[in-house]
């Protein structure tokens, strides 16, 4: 019995869709072994070092931050923050997004602050004042204070994996940081870190710890960067 017409169109143009399919997959698959034995020639302290340098030496990027409370026992993490912002060298910052569930936007330029009464939506100018160097706003305002290291005693590459359709290099570590405030009610530190292939800097961070006093709470928090060098100056607001 003869098969219809539009059956065997149809047969037609699956199986070459279903070989590009196959030719893609073995490529981006290709690549990303590529990626992965080139990277795992290079020391991961290395790959650390040279991407937290690039990292902290870019003109500008873009960030997502989010902050959340641990507690043994409970199946759900209480949100402190999610936010995001952009920064631009040397220290000029736009953030928005929400802190302890209240909407939150804020502007660095210079020494001068700058934030937005929400009911209102008129700014409130705080002059010859950095809050972006305030340690209880690091993780909103300054995330790269969490790459301050005074020693990365455990480390390891982990391979690759594709995250947001990119393929990075992933590194877990438990480093001691510099800063002492962010060891004065935390400790126990363990990172998720995962750079560009490219360039080694960083594209998305997960840093753990536990709370010193109250060894069933801990704080967990979920960094994003992306767009180096690509982020137009920042201003005061009008």
Request: zero cysteines.
């Amino acid at each position: 019995m003869q098969r219809p017409r539009w059956l065997v169109l149809k047969r037609r143009a699956v199986v070459p869709s279903l070989a590009l399919a196959l030719v893609l997959f073995l490529v981006i698959w290709g690549v990303g072994q590529l990626i992965s034995r080139g990277a795992g020639k290079v020391p991961p302290q290395e790959m650390l070092k040279t991407g937290l340098e690039k990292t902290k030496a870019s003109v500008s990027f873009r960030y997502q931050a989010e902050t959340r409370l641990t507690s043994e026992g409970k199946s759900d993490m209480e949100f402190f923050s999610k936010v995001e912002g952009e920064m631009v060298a040397p220290a000029n910052i736009h953030m928005q997004g929400t802190m302890m569930n209240t909407p939150i936007e804020f502007i660095q330029v210079g020494d001068s602050s700058y934030f937005k009464d929400q009911p209102s939506g008129r700014w409130v100018t705080l002059t010859g004042n950095r809050l972006a160097d305030s340690e209880l706003f690091y993780a909103e305002l300054n995330p790269l204070a969490y790459f301050n290291f005074k020693d990365v005693p455990e480390l390891k590459y982990a391979g690759t994996e594709i995250v947001n359709g990119e393929t990075l290099l992933l590194l877990e570590m438990r480093p001691n940081l510099m800063d002492p405030f962010l060891e004065l009610r935390l400790t126990d530190y363990y990172y998720k870190v995962w750079l560009s292939p490219e360039d080694y800097r960083l594209r998305q961070a997960v840093l753990q710890a536990k709370d010193k006093h109250n060894p069933k709470g801990g704080i967990e928090i979920n960094l994003r960067f992306w767009d180096y060098d690509k982020v137009p100056p920042i201003n005061p607001p009008v």
